[in-house]
T-cell receptor, first 115, second 111 residues
Framework: GEEVAQTPKHLVRGEGQKAKLYCAPIKGHSYVFWYQQVLKNEFKFLISFQNENVFDETGMPKERFSAKCLPNSPCSLEIQATKLEDSAVYFC?????????????FGSGTRLTVV | QKEVEQNSGPLSVPEGAIASLNCTYSDRGSQSFFWYRQYSGKSPELIMFIYSNGDKEDGRFTAQLNKASQYVSLLIRDSQPSDSATYLCAVNGAGASKIIFGSGTRLSIRP
């Protein structure tokens, strides 16, 4: 499709519960990026993939966060044992040329609320 | 020091005037520079890309890049109320494996 599809739109989890977010990139886009947006505008890079391979994972809090992009499946971001500070909007973006001139196309985001 | 810095605003500009948004970045190795617009509650959308020193114009938007000063700007001419949004400056990071975003400038166009 021509849009990046993120599901679910909203997710509420109790502290300590697991959260799993999904992202289907635009067909033909081989790069996927995950960002966390807190406090309205602070965009924190988490991880990027080129096809099913991790491209850059320097932003991932590795103790509780994990991500995968498997062939013929939506990409996923999983948070084990959520904390209150994980409350944020998680955006997925895809691109056809990495960080080149076409930029990213963003999904509509998943709002995670940890209570 | 943040990797990409922007004034958070809000920047208030009268309708029809020029809005000027500024951004500085710390990594001299950065090659690609972007401006995204984000309406409240929505996802960011790409409005400009620039990689060469100088100006790049697209309709009412002009991006300016000065690599020596590590400075990027966005000018919006004939500002419209629909331009009211947060504008995010973004720069490709080391190894070009990610884009790093500034915290955005909130722009308000007053009628």
């Amino acid at each position: 499709g021509e849009e990046v599809a993120q599901t679910p739109k909203h997710l509420v989890r109790g502290e300590g519960q697991k959260a799993k977010l999904y992202c289907a990139p635009i067909k033909g886009h081989s790069y996927v990026f995950w960002y966390q947006q807190v406090l309205k505008n602070e965009f924190k890079f988490l991880i990027s993939f080129q096809n099913e391979n991790v491209f850059d994972e320097t932003g991932m809090p590795k103790e509780r966060f994990s991500a995968k992009c498997l062939p013929n499946s939506p990409c996923s971001l999983e948070i084990q044992a959520t904390k209150l500070e994980d409350s944020a909007v998680y955006f997925c973006a895809s691109s056809q040329d990495g960080t080149g001139p076409y930029g990213y196309t963003f999904g509509s985001g998943t709002r995670l609320t940890v209570v | 020091q943040k990797e990409v810095e922007q004034n958070s605003g809000p920047l208030s500009v009268p309708e029809g005037a020029i809005a000027s948004l500024n951004c500085t970045y710390s990594d001299r190795g950065s090659q690609s520079f972007f401006w995204y617009r984000q309406y409240s509650g929505k996802s960011p959308e790409l409005i400009m890309f620039i990689y060469s020193n100088g100006d790049k114009e697209d309709g009412r938007f002009t991006a300016q890049l000065n690599k020596a000063s590590q400075y990027v700007s966005l000018l919006i001419r004939d500002s419209q109320p629909s331009d009211s949004a947060t504008y995010l400056c973004a720069v490709n990071g080391a190894g070009a494996s990610k884009i790093i975003f500034g915290s955005g400038t909130r722009l308000s166009i007053r009628p």
